[in-house]
């Protein structure tokens, strides 16, 4: 795949084929992604705990909350919940306050993520003293970001945003997961 398919391909998913797994080794593999990429004075001060386990999966799920814009909707059912994920931790030893390593990092993960066919969310709305409880996350380590990763189980389409401006995303009856993009021409101003 060319890299303007992965970034079109990667879209952001909420329910997922909770029954298929995913190995360890794919989460490696997406760490060893976002090692490469670059780093704010090149610190490199992200950390990152990798859940695939069933059990350890259920025990994330509680602390996170889904989609914003959908207000009746509390998030993905038993069996269309994440089969992994990734939480990004900032190592405050290294830098006190880091805000975009992190998003480099996420998304080259999410873009190697689509590559290999998975799906996925990245999540800043955290419980994050439930977390950092859950995981036994260091008081050293920030909680920055969860990638939520596994089979897609719905359909997301990019529409074009309507002339109001309108960014939420919907869901249609049957499912299918809506997103409004601005124009090309509406974003560049010179």
């Known amino acids: 795949m060319s890299l303007r398919e992965i970034v079109t391909q990667s879209r952001t998913v909420r329910r997922f084929h909770q029954d298929v797994r995913i190995p360890r080794e794919t989460l490696v593999g997406l760490v060893e992604l976002a090692r490469h990429a670059p780093s704010g004075a090149n610190l490199q001060p992200l950390k990152y705990v990798l859940v695939t386990e069933p059990a350890r999966c259920a025990t994330v ?3 996170l909350a889904w989609a914003g814009y959908l207000k009746d909707w509390p998030g993905p059912v ?11 931790l900032n190592d405050k030893r290294i830098r006190a306050v880091n805000e975009h390593d992190a998003g ?15 799906g996925g969310c990245i999540i800043q709305s955290v419980k994050r003293p ?16 969860v990638l939520a990763l596994g089979s897609p189980k719905e359909v997301v389409v990019i529409e074009a945003m309507s002339a109001e401006g309108d960014v939420q995303y919907w869901r249609d009856a049957a499912g299918v997961h809506h997103v409004p993009k601005r124009a090309l021409d509406d974003l560049i101003v010179g």
């Not at 439930?130 to 970001?145: G, V």
């Open 130 to 145: 439930e977390l950092r409880a859950a995981l036994a996350i260091p008081e050293d380590l920030e909680i920055l970001l």
């Open 78 to 88: 038993e069996g269309e919940r994440p089969a992994a994920y990734l939480v990004i």
């Open 61 to 63: 799920f509680p602390c």
């Open 104 to 118: 480099i990092a996420a998304q080259t993960m999410m873009l190697g993520a689509a590559e290999a066919g998975l």
